[in-house]
């Protein structure tokens, strides 16, 4: 089953910390840099310099349909998955 969603990532991270890191671990989606944590922070996602992994599925008109507060890299793919069957 394919879903149309466009997925992206943010960092705290520097363009070229951010690229070597999506690069190591075959990212295939955009990994934005938020060096100024103006996002971060815009999205409780921290601004001490360190964000933290928070997860927003977001529709069509830019609404919040559902927030993952505490994100688990190894089970959250699937997770995901499941929120939009």
């Avoid at 910390?17 to 921290?46: H, I, M, S, W």
């Amino acid at each position: 089953m394919q879903h149309n969603v466009q997925i992206l990532g943010v960092s705290f991270d520097r363009v070229e910390t951010n690229k070597a890191f999506a690069d190591r671990n075959g990212f295939q989606f955009p990994l934005l840099c938020d060096t100024e944590a103006v996002l971060g922070k815009a999205y409780g996602a921290g601004d001490s310099g360190f964000a933290s992994r928070i997860s927003y599925l977001i529709d069509e008109q830019g609404r919040i349909e559902q927030a993952f507060p505490r994100v688990s890299p190894s089970t959250h793919a699937q997770e995901i998955l499941s929120s939009l069957e």
